[in-house]
């Protein structure tokens, strides 16, 4: 993304604020710029299940990005 890390994590934050987190147990990353930042989802939320655009769409992983 071009930001620090730290400051990536409050943006994620910010957007889950209210949400009840031990109510989930799968994340879709939806977003075409998503997979830049899987490992650090899969790090912050390690029980959920995470699927994003290179694990579901086959063409997303043409861009030399690991799967996951």
């Known amino acids: 993304f071009g930001a620090p890390e730290e400051k990536?994590?409050?943006?994620?934050d910010?957007?889950?604020t209210g949400t009840d987190l031990g109510q989930?147990?799968?994340a879709i990353?939806?977003?075409t710029h998503y997979p830049l930042a899987y490992e650090m989802f899969r790090r912050k939320?390690?029980?959920f299940s995470l699927f994003s655009m290179?694990?579901?769409?086959p063409w997303a992983n043409s861009s030399g990005l690991p799967t996951g």
């Not at 290179?54 to 769409?57: F, K, L, P, Y």
């Open 29 to 31: 990353l939806a977003c």
């Open 45 to 47: 939320f390690p029980r």
């Open 8 to 12: 990536i994590e409050t943006y994620i």
């Open 24 to 26: 989930v147990d799968v």
């Open 14 to 16: 910010a957007a889950l």
């Open 54 to 57: 290179r694990s579901i769409i």
